[in-house]
T-cell receptor
Framework: SQTIHQWPATLVQPVGSPLSLECTVE??????LYWYRQAAGRGLQLLFY??????ISSEVPQNLSASRPQDRQFILSSKKLLLSDSGFYLC???????????FGPGTRLTVT | GQQLNQSPQSMFIQEGEDVSMNCTSS?????WLWYKQDPGEGPVLLIA?????ELTSNGRLTAQFGITRKDSFLNISASIPSDVGIYFC????????????FGGGTRLMVKP
């Protein structure tokens, strides 16, 4: 069966520091991968999606970036965090031919 | 792009009551998905609907794909405290590729 991992689970970072969040998927190949952000009590905002290694599409212009160095690895990064980057970051995957997305456990990021 | 409106935004009910929530779209959808998010965790896929008029159950949960293809409904029968969470509808729209549009969510609170 397929499993999706995210780490770290919780992160507290000062403003201006770099960020690296990692997501990996097991038990499938060639998945579509997604990064979402969720503000407290709010809905899901799609940040990036990827249909293959090195292929990244951005949905929202901001100081975040994403990379996909391996088929089942998706990384969210920032060179300098802003206070507004605080939130709950979710990674998701979907089979290439279906719409259903499956979410990881999330990373709670607090920028201080 | 597509917009999804979920209602109600929140519900506070007594344990044992039935729950109904709905989702409407500004355009036609060919798939409807319903997710539940427990506090501090990633959303979990509950039910997927693929055909107009389709009615699908998952335990005490029943979801329907509206015949106009612009709405969907989720019912929970005999609610229990562990039903607490945020319920999201989602759909890809006709021309949205493999990405999903999410509703704003319905927050369900159950009083024992």
């Amino acid at each position: 069966s397929q499993t999706i991992h995210q780490w770290p689970a919780t992160l507290v970072q000062p403003v201006g520091s770099p960020l690296s969040l990692e997501c990996t998927v097991e038990g499938t190949s060639n998945p579509n991968l997604y990064w979402y952000r969720q503000a407290a009590g709010r809905g899901l905002q799609l940040l990036f999606y990827s249909v293959g290694i090195g292929q990244i599409s951005s949905e929202v212009p901001q100081n975040l970036s994403a990379s996909r160095p391996q088929d089942r690895q998706f990384i969210l990064s920032s060179k300098k965090l802003l206070l507004s980057d605080s939130g709950f970051y979710l990674c998701a995957w979907s089979p290439g031919t279906f719409y259903e997305q499956y979410f990881g456990p999330g990373t709670r990021l607090t920028v201080t | 792009g597509q917009q999804l409106n979920q209602s109600p935004q929140s519900m506070f009910i007594q344990e044992g009551e039935d729950v109904s929530m709905n989702c409407t779209s500004s355009s036609i959808f060919n798939t409807w998905l319903w997710y539940k998010q427990d506090p501090g965790e990633g959303p979990v896929l509950l039910i997927a609907l693929y055909k107009a008029g389709e009615l699908t159950s998952n335990g005490r949960l029943t979801a329907q794909f509206g015949i106009t293809r612009k709405d969907s409904f989720l019912n929970i029968s005999a609610s229990i405290p562990s039903d607490v969470g945020i319920y999201f509808c989602a759909g890809p729209g006709v021309n949205a590729g493999n990405m999903l549009t999410f509703g704003g969510g319905t927050r369900l609170m159950v009083k024992p």
